[in-house]
């Protein structure tokens, strides 16, 4: 599931690779800043697994839902 690639798309790993480049330029551009980012759920799954462990199941099942808010700190 997670080597897949959409058609027209991208893989989870894929977007796994964009999304930690950007979490690492946002680290590095703001370090003593706080950053609002607003995304879809496929993304906010991924944006989780940068700071929590998951296991396949859990982030399979993992889902924000609408107009849901979670913090993390880089």
């Known amino acids: 599931c997670f080597a897949w690639r959409y058609p027209g798309g991208e893989s989870m790993f894929q977007l796994a690779h964009r999304v930690y480049g950007v979490l690492e330029e946002l680290r590095e551009k703001y370090p003593d800043k706080t950053v609002l980012l607003v995304c879809h759920g496929g993304v ?31």
Do not use: I
């Open 44 to 74: 906010c799954r991924v944006l989780r697994t940068y700071f929590v462990d998951m296991s396949n199941e859990d982030f399979r099942a993992f889902s924000m839902g609408n107009c849901a808010l979670e913090e993390f700190q880089l």
